[in-house]
């Protein structure tokens, strides 16, 4: 399918003569790979249409590209894209104005304080296993952050999904190309898509996706950057020793190549 008649589809159609909401996310995914990773339609076609009951765990630091490569996971394998914050919100929109504990939490999400880990971790805990009773896989790409988010959730994740289908990526990327990556690289305000900060996408101007405005946060500055990737070596990177201990055959990505080298090492090491 080309590209222009996507742009047909979206402009005119969209809603009228095509309501199905997947088939619609599957196309903006394709185009998506296309413009923005510079794929073939027919590299873009070919994603998507398996379906694995896997619990993939994306571990990297910050401009490692998890966010990126959990989405191309997702479409490939049907799999449901966790993302912690997306949880939390969800959580925070659906809560009754009487449950007091929730209206202190929905001020600290409104006045960006953290949430309660305790309770972040029974959030997520609980959509785990929602989404496993509708018969969905999962890729996270920012949890387990912690030793402690680590040791709650693999014991469900194993008991759910079992140990064999919980399926470990570990994405390396040293400080220096994890500055150079990330310093000013943009993402879009409606949804937070990343822009990566690569010569090919420096003449986009709106998101691929959703057309809105793209905007550079102030976190994504090299100080900044620095104490988030000291933060990961840290809090994070412990995970991997943890997990080893626990019997899992950690799969080591070199995330210093392109986009697609890393989504193709990694499809060649999930299935072993
Ligand atoms: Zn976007």
């Given at each position: ?20 909401k ?12 296309v ?44 799999l ?22 929730m ?18 971790k ?99 500055n090299?100080?900044?950057?620095k104490?988030r ?15 080893k201990?626990?019997?899992y055959?950690?799969?080591?990505i ?19």
């Open positions: 399918m080309s590209i222009n008649f996507i742009h047909y589809i979206k402009k005119s159609a969209y809603g009228a003569f095509f309501n199905s997947i088939w619609y996310d599957n196309l903006i995914m394709k185009e998506y790979v413009q923005l990773l510079g794929w073939t339609e027919t590299q873009a076609e070919e994603l998507g249409g398996e379906h694995k009951k896997w619990a993939i765990l994306l571990v990297g630091p910050i401009g490692s590209g998890k966010g990126t490569q959990a989405e191309l996971l997702a479409e490939k394998f049907g449901f894209n966790f993302e912690t914050s997306k949880i939390i919100e969800e959580k925070i929109k659906n809560a009754d104005a009487s449950d007091e504990i209206m202190r939490e929905k001020n600290n999400w409104e006045t960006g304080k953290l949430n309660t880990p305790e309770l972040v029974q959030w997520v805990l609980e959509k785990i296993e929602e989404l496993h009773k509708q018969g969905s896989g999962i890729v996270f790409s920012g949890s387990p952050r912690t030793l402690e988010e680590a040791e709650a959730e693999l014991p469900v994740l194993e008991d759910l999904f079992g140990k064999e289908d919980v399926k470990i990526v570990h994405i390396q990327l040293t400080e220096n190309e994890s500055i150079k990556r990330n310093s000013h690289r943009r993402i879009c305000k409606a949804n937070r898509h990343p822009i990566p900060n690569f010569p090919q996408f420096q003449n986009i101007t709106t998101c691929p996706r959703d057309g809105s405005e793209l905007v550079t946060r102030s976190l994504d090299p100080d900044v950057i104490v990737y000291q933060e990961y070596v840290n809090r994070t990177e412990p995970i991997l020793a943890f997990l201990e626990r019997g055959n950690i799969i080591e070199n995330g210093e190549q392109s986009i697609q080298k890393v989504f193709e090492d990694t499809l060649n090491n999930l299935d072993g």
